[in-house]
């Protein structure tokens, strides 16, 4: 087990509402021991099959850019599909990472998804499209799970992830729908000053997986963020962190 502690801050403030609102991390699964293949698997392109109802998830066609391009320079996303999609939620089941600081739009028209990101594109950069359970077929509503859209400002696509599930230290509940970040940034006020600079959400079990990373040493942090700006700057909001770093790194995958 894992736990989320006060650890030392640099004010009063800040140590007393962390103190008074600690989430633990527990079973931290799986360090980076996924790979291109795991990460990306939901996005193969297939024929679908039939039946007297449909059972089937939507099948991706065609994208723009293309699966895991490099050198992307575009804002605006399109997925195509099989059939005729819809997607629920999106502002709560979609997790862009880096994190954006102006609200993207998210629609399906027809049998497309379509995404665009009104922030500027950092360069050098993997960007993460995870739409969980989001996109659903236009009657029978089944869901494509953990389905995920990666593409790269620059010549290289950071792959790495850290997956864990976020407790309640009162009751060892899952807690559901709470932000998890990363900063390489060692500074002790780093995560009230600083946007995370990637992130997840946990779902309903409690559970997140943090992708895209490169490699490299980081901190963990589970916040809830009440403006969405992905730092801790609100006496209101929860906040945790996990007393150690982590250093994903590539294991082979075992299917």
């Known amino acids: 087990m894992i736990v989320f ?3 030392e801050l640099t004010n009063s403030f800040e140590r007393s509402t962390m103190l008074n609102k600690i989430f633990s991390f527990f079973s931290f699964l799986f360090l980076a021991v996924t790979t291109v293949v795991v990460l990306y698997s939901c996005a193969n392109i297939a024929a679908p099959t039939g039946g007297a109802y449909d059972v089937d998830p939507p ?3 065609r994208s723009t850019p293309d699966f895991n391009a490099r050198n992307s320079t575009t804002k605006r996303i399109e997925i195509e ?3 005729n ?3 629920k939620t999106p502002n709560e089941k979609v997790i862009i990472t880096p994190p954006q600081q102006s609200m993207p739009v998210i629609r399906s028209i027809g049998r497309k998804a379509v995404v665009e990101l009104n922030d500027e594109l950092l360069p050098n950069t993997t960007y993460t499209i995870d739409f969980t359970d989001a996109i659903v077929d236009n009657n029978e509503e089944n869901p494509l799970e953990n389905f995920v859209f990666s593409f790269s400002t620059g010549d290289q696509l950071d792959t790495l992830s850290i997956s864990g599930k976020v407790l309640s230290a009162s009751d060892l509940e899952p807690v559901t729908g709470i932000y998890v970040g990363i900063h390489s940034n060692f500074d002790d006020t780093v ?8 992130i997840s959400r946990t779902d309903s079990r409690g559970q997140f997986t943090v992708r895209g990373m490169s490699p490299g040493e980081y901190r963990v942090f589970a916040l809830g963020d009440l403006n969405r700006d992905y730092k801790y700057d609100n006496p209101q909001e929860v906040i945790a962190f ?7 790194s590539v294991m082979q995958a075992v299917r």
């Not at 995560?191 to 600079?197: A, M, N």
């Not at 996990?242 to 994903?248: E, I, K």
């Open 59 to 61: 099948v991706v066609r």
């Open 5 to 7: 502690l006060p650890g």
């Open 242 to 248: 996990l007393d150690s770093t982590v250093t994903p």
């Open 85 to 87: 999609i819809k997607i």
């Open 81 to 83: 599909f099989d059939e």
């Open 191 to 198: 995560f009230t000053r600083v946007p995370f600079e990637r």
